[in-house]
T-cell receptor, first 112, second 114 residues
Framework: DGGITQSPKYLFRKEGQNVTLSCEQN?????MYWYRQDPGQGLRLIYY???????QKGDIAEGYSVSREKKESFPLTVTSAQKNPTAFYLC???????????FGPGTRLTVT | AQSVSQHNHHVILSEAASLELGCNYS??????LFWYVQYPGQHLQLLLK??????LVKGIKGFEAEFIKSKFSFNLRKPSVQWSDTAEYFC????????????FGKGTKLSVKP
């Protein structure tokens, strides 16, 4: 089954802790993306990577970090510097920049 | 900077009613346009897309959208909604020749009453 997997589905953390969200795809896509979804805000781009070992900041990168060591994997770390980390995080990938993006099921992060 | 506006935050319809969700974008160049849908508890998935050609595009589940270049609009329509269309709908735009990043609207929540 081809697709994007994100784990875990729900994640709970205490304030001040870093947390890493997993995103894996077996679609052989070059480009991968991380979005944050908040109620009434749509999807906002955090980071994206168009090729292995390279990534760029999106619109709301502050307090987040990523790595892209393998084509299939694009983990997102939510650091303690992120002021409002509680949100729904979506990972996506595409083989065609500017074309359709395929989305994972998302991880709902709650920080208390 | 590019932006996408979706006019309605929450739309409530009865089954069999017609649907039109508005989407306007701000970008003067050539664009690719998308509508995505997020059913409760499910992945965000593509409803339809427009790259070029016939400005009236048909998608899955009886949805269609019309690209009107002069109005910078890409409104989503369905002649007769069903309870199963209850979901959140997102319009997205990509400026051709850019990094390929999608700009999403804030979404419209559709509730269909049985």
């Amino acid at each position: 089954d081809g697709g994007i997997t994100q784990s875990p589905k729900y994640l709970f953390r205490k304030e001040g802790q870093n947390v890493t969200l997993s995103c894996e795809q077996n679609l052989n896509h070059d480009a991968m993306y991380w979005y944050r979804q908040d109620p009434g805000q749509g999807l906002r781009l955090i980071y994206y990577s168009q090729i292995v070992n390279d990534f760029q900041k999106g619109d709301i990168a502050e307090g987040y970090s990523v790595s892209r060591e393998k084509k299939e994997s694009f983990p997102l770390t939510v650091t303690s510097a992120q002021k409002n980390p509680t949100a729904f995080y979506l990972c996506a990938s595409t083989s065609d920049r500017g074309g359709e993006q395929y989305f994972g099921p998302g991880t709902r992060l709650t920080v208390t | 900077a590019q932006s996408v506006s979706q006019h309605n935050h929450h739309v409530i319809l009865s089954e069999a009613a017609s649907l039109e969700l508005g989407c306007n974008y701000s970008y003067g160049g050539t664009v690719n346009l998308f509508w995505y849908v997020q059913y409760p508890g499910q992945h965000l998935q593509l409803l339809l897309k427009y790259f070029s050609g016939d400005p009236l595009v048909k998608g899955i589940k009886g949805f269609e959208a019309e690209f009107i270049k002069s109005k910078f609009s890409f409104n989503l329509r369905k002649p007769s909604v069903q309870w199963s269309d209850t979901a959140e709908y997102f319009c997205a735009v990509n400026a051709r020749g850019s990094q390929g990043n999608l700009i999403f609207g804030k979404g419209t929540k559709l509730s269909v009453k049985p």
